[in-house]
C-alpha cells in the first residue's frame, strides 16, 4: 500500500483541490505550528485516499472533466504525456470531502483534540513527527476518555427519556424528555443539543444502544423529519441505517425524504442501505427482464440508471458485488452476430454485422467501480473473437463503431493498447482487408449481372441499387481507412 499512496501523491492532476482542502482545515486554528502540521501532514493524508481518489487513464475522460468544469484550463502537458505513455493520472475528488467520502467523525475529534492540547504537552512537542492515522488514534483514545468523564459528570436519570421504538437485538429510540437529556446527548454526540432553546419547538430523539449511548440524534419539527446526524453532525454511519429505516418508515415520513437524510441509494423506485444491495435488486430485476435478441441491452432506462449508481458507489461494492457487475455485462454470447433492429439482409454475398462490446464494463472502469484486470480480461477475450470471427468468414465485414458510440478511433485505441491487443489487431486487420475487398468486388459484380435480369421486380433492382450506389462504397472506404471496420 505504501508505493500506491506515493503514486497518488505524486501524480495528482488537480493537487490545488487538495491543498485547498487542507487549508480550510488549517485556518480553524491559530497556532502556526498546528496550521503547518494541517498544511503538511493533512495534505498527504488526503492524497492517499482511495476513496477520493479515481484515475484518468485516457483522454476521452480527460475532455469529460474539462469539459464539465471539473478541471479548469490550461490543460497539463505532463498529465497529457503520462496517459500516452500508458501511465494513470489521478483525480483528487474535493466534492467527495463533503459528500461523506472522507470519513468527518474522526476527522473532528482530531481537531477538537488538538485544540485541547496546551504547547507544553508532550503531543503537542512532538507534533512534527505525528503522522495523520497515528494523530487519530490518539485523539480516539482521547475522546473515549472524555466520553467516560462526561458520563460522570451529567448522570442520566430514567425520567429523562422515554422509549418510543425498540428492537430485538437491545437497540432503542428514545425520546428526549429533560434539559439534562439534551445535555448528555450533546457531551456525547458533539453536537449542539447544548444550545436548548433551539429546540423548543422541536422533538428530538435518539439512537441508543444496549450501553445506553447514544449514535444518532433526530429531528422533527411540525411531524416533519428535518435532519438525523451522527457524532459531530456527520452522515450516519451505514451500521445504523436499518434501526433508523425501520423506525421511520413506520412513523409515516415520506420515503424520498429518508432517502435524503439518511443518505440511502435510490434505484428504480425503492432505497437501499448500500451498493451492495442495490446490485442484489438490480440482479433480480434482470431476472424478470423480457427483451429480444436484437434489441441492444444498455437501450433500457433503468440499466442506464443502474449504471449511473453504481459509477458512483461501486469503489465501495464488496468483491463479491463487483463479480455481479461484471457478470452482467460480459459479452451476450450472440454479440458478434448482432444486427441492427432496423435492417434486414441486403442483397449480395457480404453482409455488415455490428457486435456489441461491453461498453458499460468500459463506463465503470473509467470510475474504478469494476477491477481494471478484469476489465482488460474481458475485453482481450472479446477483441480475439471478434478478429477470429472476421478472419474465418470473407463475406462478413464487422462495424466496430456501429453500436459502441462509447468508442471512438482514438479510445478504442487506448483499449487495444491497454488489453495488449493493438499489434494483434491491426495485422489481423491489414491481413484481411485484401480479402474483404476481393469479396466485395465478387458481389457487386453478381449484383450487376443481377441488376441486368428483364424479368427482376422493381423493389428488388431498388434495393441492388441501393448496395451498389451506398453500402459497398462505404465498406470499401472504411476497410481502407482507419475506421473500426475490420
Known amino acids: 500500500m505504501g508505493a500506491r499512496r506515493a503514486k497518488f501523491a505524486s501524480n495528482l492532476i488537480n493537487a490545488q483541490q487538495v491543498e485547498r482542502v487542507a487549508e ?35 483522454f476521452q475522460h480527460l475532455a469529460e472533466l474539462y469539459s464539465r468544469g471539473t478541471l479548469s484550463p490550461p490543460v497539463s502537458a505532463w498529465a497529457v504525456r503520462d496517459i500516452r505513455d500508458g501511465r494513470a493520472v489521478h483525480l483528487f475528488d474535493a466534492e467527495g470531502v463533503d459528500a461523506g467520502r472522507l470519513n468527518a467523525g474522526p476527522i473532528a475529534t482530531l481537531i477538537s483534540w488538538m485544540r485541547a492540547q496546551k504547547p507544553a504537552d508532550r503531543h503537542r512537542q512532538r507534533l512534527n513527527r505525528i503522522s495523520v492515522p497515528e494523530a487519530l488514534k490518539l485523539a480516539r483514545t482521547w475522546q473515549l476518555t472524555e466520553n467516560r468523564r462526561n458520563e460522570r459528570q451529567i448522570v442520566e436519570r430514567p425520567d429523562d427519556t422515554h422509549c418510543v421504538w425498540s428492537f430485538d437485538d437491545g437497540y432503542r429510540i428514545v425520546h428526549l424528555d429533560t434539559v439534562t437529556a439534551f445535555l448528555r446527548e450533546s457531551k456525547l454526540l458533539r453536537n449542539c443539543l447544548h444550545d436548548v432553546d433551539r429546540f423548543l419547538g422541536s422533538e428530538v430523539l435518539s439512537l441508543r444502544d444496549p450501553d445506553n449511548h447514544p449514535h444518532a440524534a433526530i429531528e422533527f419539527r411540525n411531524d416533519l423529519l428535518i435532519q438525523v446526524r451522527g457524532f459531530a453532525n456527520s452522515a450516519l454511519r451505514q451500521k445504523y441505517h436499518p434501526y433508523l429505516l425501520a423506525y421511520l418508515t413506520d412513523r409515516g415520513v415520506p420515503e424520498s425524504e429518508i432517502i435524503a437524510r439518511l443518505g440511502l441509494i435510490d434505484f428504480n423506485g425503492e432505497a437501499h442501505l448500500d451498493i451492495d ?95 481494471q484486470e478484469t476489465i482488460e480480461y474481458v475485453y482481450r477475450k472479446a477483441i480475439r473473437q471478434l478478429l477470429d470471427r472476421a478472419a474465418s468468414d470473407a463475406n462478413a465485414v464487422y462495424d466496430v463503431g456501429a453500436q459502441n458510440k462509447i468508442f471512438s478511433n482514438e479510445s478504442f485505441g487506448d483499449l487495444l493498447a491497454t488489453t495488449g491487443m493493438f499489434e494483434t ?62
Not at 448 to 472: G, K
Request: net charge positive; charged share 35%; hydrophobic share 35%.
Open 24 to 58: 480550510s482545515y488549517a485556518c480553524q486554528f491559530e497556532s502556526e505550528d498546528l496550521k503547518l502540521w494541517w498544511r503538511r501532514n493533512f495534505r498527504r493524508y488526503l492524497s492517499n485516499q482511495e476513496t477520493l481518489i479515481s484515475e484518468i487513464t485516457d
Open 277 to 371: 444491495h442495490c446490485v442484489q435488486a438490480f440482479s433480480n430485476w434482470v431476472v424478470t427482464l423480457q427483451y429480444p435478441d436484437e434489441v441492444p441491452f444498455m437501450h433500457h432506462k433503468t440499466i442506464r440508471e443502474f449504471l449511473n449508481i453504481y459509477a458512483r458507489y461501486g469503489k465501495s461494492a464488496r468483491a463479491k458485488t463487483r463479480e455481479v457487475v461484471i457478470s452482467h455485462f460480459k459479452p451476450r454470447r450472440r454479440f458478434l452476430r448482432n444486427r441492427l433492429a432496423s435492417e434486414k439482409r441486403v442483397p449480395g454475398d457480404v453482409q455488415v454485422f455490428h457486435p456489441k462490446l461491453p461498453g458499460a464494463l468500459y463506463h465503470l472502469a473509467r470510475y474504478d467501480a469494476v477491477p
Open 425 to 486: 489487431y491491426h495485422e489481423t486487420r491489414e491481413r484481411i482487408r485484401d480479402a474483404k475487398l476481393a469479396a466485395i468486388r465478387a458481389s457487386t459484380k453478381k449484383l450487376v449481372r443481377e441488376r441486368r435480369r428483364r424479368d427482376l421486380n422493381d423493389v428488388r433492382r431498388d434495393r441492388i441499387t441501393r448496395v451498389l450506389n451506398e453500402v459497398y462504397p462505404r465498406l470499401k472506404g472504411q476497410l481502407l481507412s482507419d475506421e473500426l471496420v475490420l
